[in-house]
């Protein structure tokens, strides 16, 4: 970490010890996964020094903005309209924790066979780890699997937390039930900020969030060329800083590395000569959990594509930015985020098609699917992804593990066997 923060994480009330073992041992794993990396692009030095100032410089930009009266809000879930949040001039982080650290303490409040990312999260606020954890005037949770939703009770007694109801159809009714929803949330943030969403500050909003899902998505489209000119990794980078880092600056960096990775397709130039293209569906990873993809893209193998709400389940759909009224602003927002095929729906059909899709335009030769173990609805779910990509040819391998190392030789042996039988 090359800034001195530790004055502002002991304000944040930080345990300062066992957060510089966090932080230490996150370098090691970062310059193991990403920076030993041969041939990256120049534009990824932006990604690294966000990430070597994770806990220090984004988290002083937040508690600059807070001197300021603006208002940080943390979420945990794609389906919290983020729209709103900017709309109110507030700040949205995603607090989605990818890490084993704070584990032994959430195991005191939450049964062990809880899925890794809620144990993380708890973890990290009753460890007090997270610095945007604490720099947080609201923390936004939801109703989508029953592990969060429970785990959200536990939170409430640590931060203010507010938590919105998901529907878990997509009928009328279900849609009736979101849009209340919807303008419940925007109540309570313009009660929190003190600010009026209005047409004006929403539009500003929609169209901001919709330029860095934009951005997102030229890159998933780079991406696809073959051979691809960037790592599974660094894409999965790129998303999962996309949660934390300023939108509008976000943008433009990652507008520039674009532009360089179209020089490096119109060279010719690939990331990994011969790696066999594969395909990842499932649960979310959150920062940072790079445990899978390294050992993918270490087996002969290179990740084309996330299908996962930290990849492309966040970015694909933009919001209807075309309405003039708030009202019609409001709808374009409900239904943009109804369109989320998370596994927390009954049926889910469309979640099918969009990964048979996907495998298909990337020309992938597999697919890995990804669960969290106990993580209930992606488990189910997966003997379905099973049999839609086997109809249409395509092999599938499903993994499930946490973030602990413990499993990783087993995990490699598994997945290096995959990539030969694909080959
Ligand atoms: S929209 S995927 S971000 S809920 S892995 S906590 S489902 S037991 S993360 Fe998710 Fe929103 Fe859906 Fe996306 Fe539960 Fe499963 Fe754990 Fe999960």
Redesign the pocket.
Known sequence: MPGNHQAMWERLNLDLDAHASLLEVLGKFYGDIYLSQQGRLQGMEYLDFVLSEIHGLRVQELQQAKEQGRKVVGT????VPEELVWAADAIQVGL?AGAEAGTAAAEKVLPRNT?A??KSFVGFKLSRLCPFFESCDLVVG?T??D??KKAYEILADHAPVYVMEIPQMKQACDRQLWQAEVRRFKTAIENLTGRAIDAANLGRAIRLINDRRRVLQRLNRLRAADPTPISGRDVLLINQVSFYDDPARFTQKVGELCDQIEAKISRGEGVADGAVRVMLSG??MAIPNWKLPYLIESSGAVVVGEES?VGT?NTRDLTDDSGQTLDAMLNAIVDRYLR?D???FTPNRERLDHIVEMARELKVKGVIHYG?S?????AMESFKVEQALSQAGIPMLGIETDYSMEDVEQLKTRVEAFVEMIR
Do not use: D, S
């Open positions: 945990f879930c794609v389906f989605c899925c990312l809620i939801e989508t699997c592990g969060k649960c979310p709400c389940r989320i998370c596994a927390c969290l106990f993580c209930t609805p992606y």
